[in-house]
T-cell receptor
Framework: DAKTTQPNSMESNEEEPVHLPCNHSTISGTDYIHWYRQLPSQGPEYVIH???SNVNNRMASLAIAEDRKSSTLILHRATLRDAAVYYCIRRTGTASKLTFGTGTRLQVTL | ETGVTQSPTHLIKTRGQQVTLRCSSQ?????VSWYQQALGQGPQFIFQ???????GRGNFPPRFSGLQFPNYSSELNVNALELDDSALYLC????????????????FGPGTPLTEL
């Protein structure tokens, strides 16, 4: 079971930080956490991934709970271009497929 | 470096027909996977090809078939179209054969929307 749980939608003001939560309480020790986002009328786009430690890249930060049962994607300063559906995905073992849920639709307002 | 491209840009078909969708992978990538995305849903994995061999398949019937060519481009074929097949079809490429979590991230194309009348 590669299930993750995310809120259906969230709202943020522009230039404010956004914390997108994800619950993956049945995660196994070798599962990576990946985040992808899908902007309107586009294919999904890789955002970030991690295993145990917190991760940072130019797009976002990923904070993984110590027990690994949840994680949070952090957008430090949301812009209108960050409005998208954000998917939190467990990637199991050596399986290459991505198992998407319904994601969190992020709305960013001025 | 060219990104993932898909053709056609859109497709309109009727029930019972057959369709072929095409995908050109990102330069240097040897793995292509296909996903179906119904309206309002997340993408669902159809199958994946690594170096011209299918190496993973989701819960889709045999009328969904594919090919990967020596240049790593790929085709998705759907026979005997049904109304439920109306969806956005996404192709993603990646560099397979590397350890999970490194250089294995997937790059998606813009998708081909399939509409059935």
């Amino acid at each position: 079971d590669a299930k993750t749980t995310q809120p259906n939608s969230m709202e943020s003001n522009e230039e404010e930080p956004v914390h997108l939560p994800c619950n993956h309480s049945t995660i196994s020790g070798t599962d990576y956490i990946h985040w992808y986002r899908q902007l309107p009328s586009q294919g999904p786009e890789y955002v970030i991934h991690g295993l145990t430690s917190n991760v940072n890249n130019r797009m976002a930060s990923l904070a993984i709970a110590e027990d690994r049962k949840s994680s949070t994607l952090i957008l430090h300063r949301a812009t209108l271009r960050d409005a998208a559906v954000y998917y939190c995905i467990r990637r199991t073992g050596t399986a290459s497929k991505l198992t998407f849920g319904t994601g969190t639709r992020l709305q960013v307002t001025l | 470096e060219t990104g993932v491209t898909q053709s056609p840009t859109h497709l309109i078909k009727t029930r019972g027909q057959q369709v072929t969708l095409r995908c050109s992978s990102q330069s240097g990538h040897n793995t292509v996977s296909w996903y179906q995305q119904a309206l309002g849903q997340g993408p669902q994995f159809i199958f994946q090809y690594y170096r011209e061999e299918e190496n993973g398949r989701g819960n889709f019937p045999p009328r969904f078939s594919g090919l990967q060519f020596p240049n790593y481009s790929s085709e998705l074929n759907v026979n005997a179209l049904e109304l439920d097949d109306s969806a956005l079809y996404l192709c993603a490429s990646s560099l397979g054969g590397s350890p999970l979590g490194t250089n294995n991230d997937k790059y998606f194309g813009p998708g081909t929307p399939l509409t059935e009348l």
